[in-house]
């Protein structure tokens, strides 16, 4: 048989195929490390970020600020109408300052009151005075039983007269102590109330959008805009409730962006949150760079794997020439059990049932 240049050619292509498929599919144990690592997902946020809400309902009068603006705390943000909420603290005003004028009513009151108390202890003073003086006489028979019993009904009546004085004084300065007190604290609360449709940041930051209109009815329930520490950031990552166990506060992660393809940025758990979301069974942990990239914003996507222990120099194999993580094909058809140590997401580390330069074959 005679065979054409192309037969030849088709020949060694397919020979090279078969030689290629049959290195794939076998290979010998190498030594090398394997990283044990948890995997997390989530998003760059700043520091002390936060969403800024109204406590009030109304019509969004003006927008003070535009996203980019550097805050100072106690910024005016935004305007909500608030004629009703004026209103309401001036009535409160004028209730404030017409009962002053009522206090002062009570105010003389009190002085008159102190003056009967000053009175009133005179008298029980000298009828003290008197009564003792007769009782020391009684018993020498100088003073009938009847005059004697007459000054101590006179002390009895002064010294009840003067309690009684003591207790209206008392009466009238708690009087008016609960009156300035009460319409003090609705002035306030109707100021506080009239405050609260202007609203202002709680911290110093940078402002990195705000997300309503001019116009717009505002509710406690609509978020306004979002604030956070200027060039400060950090990691807010989920980790699945089956390997929360393993991760705690020092560990190492190796982080990947999507705004940064192909670079790996180095970070070190900082925080746990110690209750679940029971909604996707995840914990949330918070993480700082130890070299962050040169520009990062808020919710950007970030995929981590929290490194939990490493082993370098042990006997491995690729995860795909397991069989249900115990066996391992040697003699192309004879499976063979193996133990498995450390494992990552490519490699698996052999213990037992495997040495160095024995071929094992990759399962159909």
Do not use: W
Not at 2 to 29: A, F, H, M, W
């Amino acid at each position: 048989m005679k065979y054409t240049p192309q037969l030849l050619v088709l020949g060694l292509l397919l020979i090279s195929i078969s030689c290629s498929k049959k290195n794939i599919d076998e290979l010998q144990p190498t030594k090398g490390n394997v990283t044990e690592s948890v995997y997390a997902s989530g998003i760059i946020k700043a520091e002390d970020q936060y969403t800024v809400f109204s406590t009030v309902n109304g019509i969004l009068q003006k927008i003070n600020v535009i996203p980019g603006q550097s805050i100072v705390q106690g910024q005016l943000l935004f305007q909500i109408e608030s004629d009703k909420a004026a209103l309401n603290t001036e009535n409160t005003r004028l209730a404030y300052q017409l009962s002053q004028e009522g206090n002062r009513y009570i105010q003389d009151k009190i002085s008159e009151m102190e003056n009967k108390v000053q009175v009133t202890k005179d008298k029980l003073a000298l009828d003290l005075s008197v009564y003792n003086r007769n009782k020391n006489i009684k018993q020498y028979n100088i003073i009938s039983e009847v005059e004697y019993e007459r000054v101590e009904l006179v002390y009895k009546n002064s010294k009840s007269n003067y309690e009684a004085a003591l207790r209206q004084l008392s009466q009238l300065r708690a009087q008016l102590k609960n009156d300035q007190n009460r319409n003090n604290v609705n002035l306030k609360i109707n100021e506080k109330a009239e405050s609260d449709f202007s609203i202002k940041s709680a911290f110093s930051g940078e402002l990195f959008d705000v997300l309503v209109k001019e116009g717009a009815l505002i509710t406690p329930q609509i978020p306004l805009a979002i604030i956070g520490k200027k060039n400060a950031y950090l990691l807010e990552l989920d980790v699945d409730e089956n390997d929360m166990a393993r991760v705690i506060l020092g560990q190492k992660l190796v982080v990947t962006l999507d705004s940064y393809k192909g670079k790996v940025f180095d970070a070190t758990v900082d925080k746990i949150y110690p209750i679940m979301d029971v909604r996707s069974r995840t914990f949330k942990i918070e993480a700082h760079f130890d070299n962050p990239p040169t520009k990062l914003y808020p919710n950007l996507t970030a995929e981590a794997n929290i490194i939990i222990q490493t082993k370098k120099n042990v006997l491995t194999i690729p995860k795909s020439y397991l069989i249900n993580d115990e066996y391992v094909l040697v003699n192309k058809d004879e499976k063979r059990k193996v133990k498995i140590g450390l494992s990552d997401y490519q490699n698996a580390e052999i213990m037992e049932g495997l040495q160095a330069g024995e071929t094992i074959y990759k399962p159909k």
